[in-house]
């Protein structure tokens, strides 16, 4: 039966934020039953706790942030797509600046960092947001379909006019020793020639070749190249993942994206919560067998791959 996660122990992990530049640390500390994935900013005035939820989200260019007036924390989507994978469903999360560290671009960091300090169950049953209509999100020509699935599918597609991306294509099934595998290592990219212009709109300023695959008009211009030959969908893949478990459950569905970003991801989210027929919560009690040997590969000793 699987039950509520949340972390052995408090562990911390620090860096730069890849937009703000900043320098942070953060503390994860565990949490009880049905808390949910909670940041608080301990470097403001009041201790407000803001809930990792698609109905908080208020930025989503080029990263997903949530909260409010100065309350807010940015590019959470990382971190948060590693919680998502090792199921850890409770957690309180301090940070002392406005974003999340960006490590090395991906979520193997945090995913080491988490396995490290070890799971844990709590005494309640998880439980899942379970999909019941096709449920659709178009912006232009990027969009996001989800449909009712006993599995967590994602199938995404991404298209760039540059010779080493064009078009990349992968489905990939939810579970966490998939991910783990295929997508924690997967890291964000960017475009040389944009650089200039995020640094203008306040973004990118703590970017560089040790947290990003950078290209310029031909070729990767970082030294070791790609971990995979389509890192780009893959790590697509890995922001799905982050910003669709800010629906707060577990998901069960099949998603297909195609250019899809941040926004649309929030989008969809919004739109699945707007009415309560789009879906169900259910206790893992109620699960197929099937999902639950899915999701329950992934051994709670912090030593094992
Ligand atoms: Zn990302």
Same mark, same amino acid.
């Given at each position: 039966?699987?039950?509520?996660?949340?972390l052995?122990?408090e562990?911390?992990?620090g860096?730069?934020?890849?937009?703000?530049?900043?320098?942070v640390?953060l503390?994860?500390?565990?949490?009880n039953?049905?808390?949910?994935?909670v940041?608080?900013?301990t470097?403001? @005035?009041?201790?407000k706790?803001i809930?990792a939820?698609?109905?908080?989200?208020?930025?989503t260019?080029?990263?997903?942030g949530?909260?409010?007036?100065?309350y807010?924390?940015?590019?959470?989507?990382?971190?948060?797509s590693?919680?998502y994978? %090792?199921?850890?469903?409770? =957690?309180?999360i301090e940070?002392?600046?406005?974003?999340?560290?960006?490590?090395?671009?991906?979520?193997? @960091?945090?995913?080491?960092?988490?396995?490290?300090?070890?799971?844990?169950?709590?005494?309640?049953?998880? /439980?899942?947001l379970?999909?019941?209509?096709?449920?659709?999100?178009? %912006?232009?020509?990027k969009?996001?379909v989800i449909? @009712?699935?006993?599995? =967590?599918?994602?199938?995404?597609?991404?298209?760039?006019p540059? @010779?080493?991306i064009?078009?990349?294509?992968?489905?990939f099934?939810?579970?966490?020793?998939?991910?783990?595998?295929?997508?924690?290592?997967?890291?964000?990219?960017?475009?040389?020639?944009d650089v200039?212009?995020?640094?203008?709109?306040?973004?990118?300023?703590?970017?560089?070749?040790?947290?990003?695959?950078?290209?310029?008009d031909? /070729?990767?211009?970082?030294?070791?190249?790609?971990?995979?030959?389509?890192?780009?969908?893959?790590? /697509?893949?890995?922001?799905?993942?982050?910003?669709m478990?800010?629906?707060g459950?577990?998901?069960?569905?099949?998603?297909?994206?195609?250019?899809?970003?941040?926004?649309v991801?929030?989008?969809?989210?919004?739109?699945?919560?707007?009415?309560p027929?789009?879906?169900?919560i259910?206790s893992?009690?109620?699960?197929?067998?099937?999902?639950?040997?899915d999701?329950?590969?992934?051994?709670?000793?912090?030593?094992?791959?």
């Amino acid at each position: 039966m699987l039950f509520q996660r949340t972390l052995a122990r408090e562990t911390k992990v620090g860096g730069r934020g890849i937009h703000s530049g900043k320098k942070v640390e953060l503390t994860l500390i565990p949490a009880n039953s049905d808390t949910g994935i909670v940041f608080v900013r301990t470097d403001l @005035p009041e201790r407000k706790e803001i809930p990792a939820h698609a109905l908080r989200v208020s930025a989503t260019e080029n990263n997903t942030g949530i909260g409010e007036k100065n309350y807010v924390i940015h590019t959470i989507e990382h971190l948060l797509s590693a919680l998502y994978a %090792l199921g850890i469903d409770n =957690l309180l999360i301090e940070i002392n600046g406005p974003e999340v560290p960006i490590m090395d671009g991906s979520a193997a @960091p945090f995913i080491y960092v988490l396995k490290e300090a070890g799971l844990t169950h709590l005494s309640q049953h998880k /439980k899942f947001l379970v999909v019941k209509k096709e449920l659709e999100v178009k %912006l232009q020509d990027k969009w996001a379909v989800i449909s @009712p699935c006993d599995h =967590l599918i994602i199938e995404s597609e991404v298209v760039f006019p540059h @010779p080493l991306i064009k078009r990349q294509k992968m489905s990939f099934q939810f579970s966490p020793t998939n991910y783990i595998r295929e997508i924690s290592r997967a890291r964000t990219f960017g475009f040389f020639k944009d650089v200039d212009m995020l640094k203008r709109k306040g973004l990118a300023r703590g970017g560089s070749l040790d947290n990003a695959i950078v290209l310029d008009d031909f /070729k990767v211009m970082n030294s070791e190249g790609l971990r995979f030959p389509n890192e780009f969908i893959r790590h /697509k893949i890995l922001d799905v993942v982050g910003d669709m478990s800010l629906l707060g459950h577990p998901l069960l569905g099949r998603m297909k994206t195609f250019r899809s970003g941040h926004l649309v991801h929030n989008q969809l989210c919004r739109k699945i919560l707007s009415d309560p027929s789009n879906y169900e919560i259910i206790s893992a009690i109620s699960l197929p067998k099937t999902v639950e040997e899915d999701l329950t590969m992934l051994d709670l000793h912090p030593s094992l791959a």
